[in-house]
Nanobody, 124 residues
């Protein structure tokens, strides 16, 4: 089993920045890729970004390209999401996910493990 714990959410003004962290524990050595998803109130969950834990590969949703950066620290079993130029429409619960496969897929059903989520609120 793998446990994921997110941190770093909060309230920020539009155009501001925030960094989310996701720490993996348990059988973290089995993780091939990790990702961030988000879900705004009343909306479906959507893919934000993903990263391979083995090779240099990332994927981003079009809505966050150029504003968000996903990175990892394998020694700490931690993935980060640096969010800049935040907009009110970025407001959502952000959840970290991990999968045993290596691909940086955006398909949520292919992720085996999920964190509890952290709230990000962007005020206008």
């Amino acid at each position: 089993q793998v446990q994921l714990v997110e941190s770093g959410g909060g309230l920020v003004q539009a155009a501001g920045s925030l960094r989310l962290s996701c720490a993996a524990s348990g059988r973290s050595g089995s993780i091939g890729a990790m990702a961030w998803f988000r879900q705004a109130t009343g909306k479906d969950r959507e893919f934000v970004a993903s990263i391979s834990m083995e090779i240099s590969s990332t994927r981003y949703a079009d809505s966050v390209k150029g504003r968000f950066t996903i990175s990892r620290d394998n020694a700490k079993n931690t993935v980060y999401l640096q969010m800049s130029s935040l907009k009110p429409e970025d407001t959502a619960v952000y959840s970290c996910a991990a999968r045993q496969g290596p691909g940086v897929t955006s398909v949520s059903s292919l992720y085996n493990y999920w964190g509890q989520g952290t709230q990000v609120t962007v005020s206008s």
